[in-house]
């Protein structure tokens, strides 16, 4: 049992389906008592039946009365601690889904000794109990919230434990050399050394990188489960809205022939192949005197950096007519050059994946699209998976599910196939930095050859953060801070 929180001992009472009319609504009871008083206005279909005596993990069909009135035909199901999901007496009633009903029941407790959950109360309790850790805590709320694959997996992989496990171990193999240094300073004035400082190093040095991978992971896993963000980007009128909505199946943005329609991002998301994908239309990027659509190119910028992935939305016919009209004198900004539009954006953000698409190839003819891909091709290097052009008219939705196989071979989901341990949570990220940066500050006493005393704070710290995560080390507003974010009933 945790020892830093104070332990409630009252049975509360909460909706664990969500609210308004169902088919079926489950109520939830936790605590020493709530079998004895469940018990008290249940009657058994079958002959008299005391709660309080039957197995635990039964379930029960009767009637739930209230001064010999039925509010209900139930199925109450009784799960008796420790073996529960909150360790204590639990009780789960069935009922119909009718708002009053469900409020009938709930009443009739609370005017019993019984006290309604606070939001996260009975996962609180689960880890109070010792059922589970903070983190695998943290991950229920994850797989609440999950709607997509991705999230869903990282979220069932921490609550089995996997993450878990791997901190304690690191946390374990740390606390066990902290353990000698400490007896080295209780002999300080013996000058002697039980911890082995090349063995001490190798330690240091081994659980650094596993803290450096976790770290790294997080931008991976952050964005499963938030969704990856793609900013659709290009000039006017090159189709960015016909995209959006080709690939939401549906009306979301104004789709127009008039330059500047679009002036402000709008946003959609949707799931392809399990990952959560949150596509922005943003305004066309030209020189304008137009202040309002001025401000909206300015927030397509802005856009483009906070995006994991930008679509790049080029025009074929603006391809052509520089084709068919070479000879033609034309303005230099109205000259138009494949190579150099794709990569002036690439230069502008080095750093970010860009897929280029070329758009509205059915405006062009068979043999137009058999140059346009050779020239493409041509213009790309070899070896760069990012620069990968794709050939779609977004008007006929032809093109889109090769696009849609290149968005998921972006997002990178290989680790979740292989059941790598993907961190998501800011709260694991930031104490995981913490945890490093105290290693890193004990790996530069080693390296100095400095006095135990001075790096065994360090070590200390190190020790803090990673307990932290799994809720070894606690206090009463971090467990309120994570709690307060649950659903009522959970």
């Known amino acids: 049992m945790h020892q830093n929180y104070a332990v409630k001992n009252d049975t509360i009472i909460a909706l664990a389906t969500s609210s308004g009319v169902g088919a079926i609504a489950v109520i939830r009871l936790s605590g020493e008592n709530s079998i004895k008083i469940v018990n008290e206005y249940f009657r058994s279909k079958f002959g ?11 379930v029960h069909l009767g009637d739930i009365l209230e001064n010999k009135n ?15 999901y909150t360790g204590e007496n639990v009780v789960e009633i069935s009922c119909h889904g009718s708002v009053y ?5 709930l009443q009739l ?5 019984v006290r309604h959950a606070d939001a996260g109360e009975f996962t609180l309790r689960a880890f109070i109990n010792g059922k589970m850790d903070l983190s695998q805590a943290e991950a229920v709320a994850d797989l609440i919230a999950s709607d997509s694959k991705a999230s869903h997996q990282i979220a069932m992989q921490q609550m089995r434990g996997g993450f878990s496990s791997e901190i304690a171990l690191l946390r374990e193999q740390l606390l066990n050399f902290a353990s000698l240094i400490e007896l080295e300073l209780d002999f300080a004035e013996e000058d002697v050394e039980f911890a082995d400082r090349k063995q001490f190093q190798e330690l240091i040095s081994k659980i650094s990188t596993v803290l450096k991978r976790l770290i790294d992971s997080f931008a991976l896993g952050n964005v499963f489960k938030n969704g990856i963000p793609i900013a659709i980007v290009g000039e006017p009128n090159v189709g960015k809205s016909t995209l959006l909505n080709a690939l939401l199946n549906e009306e979301k943005a104004i789709v127009s022939e008039i330059p500047g329609t679009t002036r402000d991002a709008i946003e959609d998301e949707i799931i392809i192949n399990g990952v959560a994908f949150r596509f922005i239309d943003t305004a066309g990027i030209r020189d304008t005197k137009d202040i309002v659509e001025s401000i909206g190119i300015k927030k397509t910028f802005e856009n483009i950096e906070k ?8 025009d074929a016919n603006k391809i052509k007519d520089k084709r068919t009209k070479r000879k033609e004198k034309r303005q230099k900004n109205q000259d138009f050059n494949i190579r150099e539009n794709i990569q ?6 080095p750093n970010k994946k860009i897929l280029t698409i070329i758009n509205k190839v059915d405006l062009l003819s068979d043999e137009e699209n058999s140059k346009l891909i050779n020239e493409t091709i041509r213009s790309q290097p070899d070896n760069d998976r990012d620069s990968k052009l794709i050939l779609l008219s977004a008007k006929n939705k032809t093109g889109i599910d090769t696009l849609m196989q290149n968005l998921t071979d972006l997002a990178n989901i290989g680790a979740l196939s292989d059941n790598e341990i993907i961190v998501s949570n800011s709260r694991h990220f930031e104490a995981l930095n913490n945890a490093l940066n105290s290693l890193q500050e004990v790996q530069k006493g080693l390296d100095n050859n400095i006095s135990s005393d001075l790096f065994a704070i360090d070590i200390r710290q190190a020790l803090y953060y990673l307990g932290e995560i799994t809720g070894e080390i606690t206090t009463e507003d971090l467990l309120g801070n994570i709690f307060a974010n649950f659903c009522i009933g959970k």
């Not at 407790?109 to 000794?113: A, G």
């Not at 995006?307 to 080029?314: C, P």
């Not at 002036?344 to 953000?349: I, P, Q, S, V």
């Open 48 to 58: 008299s039946k005391d709660l309080t005596a039957v197995k635990s993990h039964t």
């Open 70 to 84: 039925i509010i209900d035909e139930v199925l109450v199901s009784v799960f008796k601690g420790p073996n529960s």
């Open 101 to 105: 009903v469900q409020q009938e029941i």
């Open 109 to 113: 407790f609370l005017k019993n000794d």
């Open 307 to 314: 995006a994991q992935l930008v679509l790049h939305l080029v």
């Open 344 to 349: 002036a954006l690439r230069n502008k953000y």
